[in-house]
């Protein structure tokens, strides 16, 4: 099978619905990958097959400056700065996440430093390209992957060891769509189903969202259902996450389609999720602006022997009559020119290199605070108890006040009284009592402020008299410490065995307001080697080398989901299994080692004639 041409069957189910921060240079650490309950990283084995349909050879790039090239670009460090300007000193406008795509429209180069003007997140500025990697080479138009897209009323149990065998390497589901009668988001009857039975196979898979929204909120609220979607049930796609737009993109302006489309891929990206669009060759030609989805994928839609948009795509919808064995009807077939696990996977988005995450339960009060003593809470994973996040409590108010007299007054004198929280003991006001035989009487002037609180000391307040001829302070009142100043959280970074901390003190008195945990990056690696191949009885085991710290790394593999005896792998054992291990044993023909791995029958570690009988037999329903 040809390595340099994948076949990407994208599978697209969509089932009738039921309506009823250390800073450094210009980039801050931060987290830089989502946090997990595991640790074991795993990649997906792409099949390769051969294209149905040439792609168009279309202009990608344009050389600016030194050759630096124009195009979308990959966040390579934790957290990057986008500045106002393209300067050191300028102001911070935006942090962009590590992992993100981001469109580069104009180069300036300062000196030895060249900067990128983008935008993200609504806002407009400039990143230093020392910090990114130019990303539009992961669109390959030199090869092309099959896709494909089923009609969106097919609604069919599905046996996916028989899609898998018909070379489909992926499945795109519709996760839901928008009822605009009843103005809710409404799953796929089948989703749950499909989803469960793709994950017991090598497919990779993706989702969509058939949008209905008017208006940016709307299409934000489609993104977060989605999104509570796929953190609730725990789900991973190693494909990207898109927004569906045939059922609007005609009926809005182009306004509106623009700011629906930046609030729908914002949800995701702030959560590190690889969005992506699905429209029309002529809305992307002609009404959307495209170059805001260099960061994301776009999928057009134009059946046809050519494709008319020459703007950037990673996807195309070609062909609505495809064919294939181990399913019914007519369906749409559609060309990749990503290999989305490999880059999803190098990038760190969709949590594809994580077997799991973690899911924040409630706060645990860990100490109550008092009216002179801070407390702690902190944030559990639901699922392993790993404390996520361990917080500051601020002290409570002083409620109960109780008032003494300090000094007694006399004939001549004056007295003090005081008043102190009856909890803590802290003085909080005090007020002069008049002599015996006074000559005076103090009334209430103005306050004037004393010292300053802070975080760690009370201030002052003074009550004045109001006789210009006297003047004294005759009430003096304690004014409680001020809030604790966040300081930029301090990050010691995670490695990929080793977890993590975020820490945030305050600025003033330095405090420790907040621990974030962070988890282990987890290994990661782009190539395993096949240390031993698994069999329907026995495990396998691969090995490779992490691309981050180097290590090598070896994990056992599951045995095979496969019946001894088929070694075609379609479900079946008939005599020509037989037949093709009698003349291997003859020495007639060859296997391959996956045949091999169903046809020792025996568990002898041979494969003979024995074999061949054993198949024979269970063909012919004998045993």
């Not at 960061?295 to 919808?317: F, H, P, Q």
């Amino acid at each position: 099978m040809n390595k340099k041409i994948q076949m990407f069957i994208i599978l697209i189910v969509a089932s009738v619905l039921i309506i009823p921060l250390i800073a450094y240079g210009d980039f801050i650490s931060a987290e830089a990958a989502a946090s997990t309950c595991g640790l074991v990283a795993e990649t997906a084995e792409i099949e390769a097959t051969t294209a149905v349909v040439e792609p168009t050879t279309l202009p990608k790039t344009e050389y600016d400056l030194d050759n630096h090239i124009k195009g979308s670009y990959l966040i390579l460090v934790p957290s990057l700065n986008m500045r106002a300007e393209h300067s050191s000193g300028a102001q911070v406008v935006a942090l962009i996440p590590y992992g993100t795509l981001v469109p580069v429209s104009e180069i300036f180069k300062d000196g030895e430093t060249y900067w990128g003007k983008t935008v993200y997140g609504g806002h407009e500025g400039w990143i230093m390209l020392k910090y990114a990697e130019f990303a539009d080479y992961y669109t390959n138009f030199s090869t092309s992957q099959t896709v494909l897209k089923l009609c969106s009323a097919y609604e069919k149990e599905i046996d996916w060891s028989k899609v898998v065998s018909d070379s489909i390497d992926a499945v795109m589901l519709r996760i839901g769509t928008y009822n605009t009668a009843s103005k809710t988001m409404v799953e796929d009857t089948r989703f749950g189903e499909y989803y469960t039975g793709i994950k017991k196979t090598n497919l990779s898979v993706g989702c969509f969202f058939t949008s209905g929204a008017a208006n940016a909120a709307e299409a934000k609220a489609e993104a977060e259902w989605v999104l509570k979607k796929i953190t609730d049930n725990k789900l991973i796609f190693d494909m990207p996450i898109f927004l569906d737009m045939s059922n609007i993109e005609n009926n809005l302006s182009a306004a509106v389609l623009d700011e629906i489309i930046a609030a729908f891929t914002k949800v995701f990206i702030d959560e590190r999720y690889f969005p992506g669009v699905f429209c029309s060759a002529a809305n992307a030609t002609n009404k959307i602006d495209m170059l805001k989805l260099s960061g994301c994928a776009v999928w057009i839609n134009e059946v046809g022997a050519t494709c008319s948009y020459k703007g950037r795509y990673d996807m195309w919808l070609n062909n609505d009559t495809g064919e294939l064995d181990s399913l019914e009807g007519d369906l749409a077939l559609s060309l990749s020119y990503v290999d989305y696990p490999l880059f999803l996977y190098a990038a760190g988005l969709n949590r594809t290199a994580l077997k799991s995450e973690h899911y924040a339960s409630e706060w645990v009060e860990k100490k109550a605070p008092t009216c002179s003593t801070p407390g702690l809470r902190s944030l559990p994973c639901k699922h392993c108890e790993q404390i996520l996040l361990s917080e500051y409590i601020k002290p409570t108010a002083h409620k109960n006040l109780v008032w003494s007299t300090k000094i007694q007054p006399t004939a001549t004198a004056e007295g003090l009284a005081e008043a102190r929280c009856s909890d803590c003991q802290l003085l909080i006001e005090t007020q002069v009592i008049p002599s015996l035989n006074p000559t005076h009487y103090h009334t209430h002037g103005d306050w004037v402020d004393g010292e300053k609180s802070s975080c760690f000391l009370s201030g002052t307040r003074y009550l004045k008299c109001g006789d210009p001829s006297c003047g004294a302070t005759f009430v003096t009142a304690f004014v409680p410490t001020s809030d604790h100043i966040k300081a930029s959280e301090v990050i010691t970074p995670a490695t990929c065995t080793e977890s993590g901390l975020g820490t945030v003190k305050c600025k003033d008195c330095g405090i420790v307001l907040s621990e974030r945990y962070i988890d282990p990056l987890g290994h990661r690696i782009l190539n395993w080697e096949t240390v031993k191949q698994q069999t329907p009885i026995a495990q396998g085991e691969i090995k490779g080398k992490c691309i981050i710290c180097g290590e090598s790394v070896t994990k056992e593999i599951p045995k095979l989901e496969a019946l001894m005896g088929d070694l075609n792998y379609d479900g079946d054992i008939t005599a020509i299994e037989a037949r093709m291990v009698l003349r291997f044993s003859a020495e007639l023909d060859t296997l391959t080692d996956k045949e091999k791995a169903v046809a020792d029958m025996d568990s002898d570690g041979k494969i003979t004639a024995t074999d061949a009988r054993i198949i024979l037999r269970k063909s012919a329903g004998l045993d």
